[in-house]
Nanobody
Framework: QVQLVESGGGLVQPGGSLRLSCAAS????????MGWYRQAPGKQRELVATITTGTNYADSVKGRFTISRDNAKSTVYLQMNNLKPEDTAVYYC???????????WGQGTQVTVSS
């Protein structure tokens, strides 16, 4: 089992920045994939970014968002810059175990971009 605790969401004006954090605990390994997904009202959950040894980003956030990972703290971060209203969503931390393919999810944190 893996437990994920997210923090850092909130309300920000367009062009602003936020940093999300997700701390993992339980049966974790640095070879597993961590990442962020988001779900806007009325839309399906979509990939934002993932990280193992390399990183992967959705086209819509490339150049604005940066995912990073501190394996010593078992924590993944999402630095979000130049936020746009269309970035408004609930952001979910994910943890995918490489061996089994099982995906664990955090509880979600709301990000609202509005003036």
């Amino acid at each position: 089992q893996v437990q994920l605790v997210e923090s850092g969401g909130g309300l920000v004006q367009p062009g602003g920045s936020l940093r999300l954090s997700c701390a993992a605990s339980g049966s974790i390994s640095r070879i597993d994939t961590m990442g962020w997904y988001r779900q806007a009202p009325g839309k399906q959950r979509e990939l934002v970014a993932t990280i193992t040894t390399g990183t992967n980003y959705a086209d819509s956030v490339k150049g604005r968002f940066t995912i990073s990972r501190d394996n010593a703290k078992s924590t993944v971060y999402l630095q979000m810059n130049n936020l746009k209203p269309e970035d408004t969503a609930v952001y979910y931390c994910s943890y995918r175990k490489i061996v089994t393919g099982i995906v664990y999810w955090g509880q979600g944190t709301q990000v609202t971009v509005s003036s």
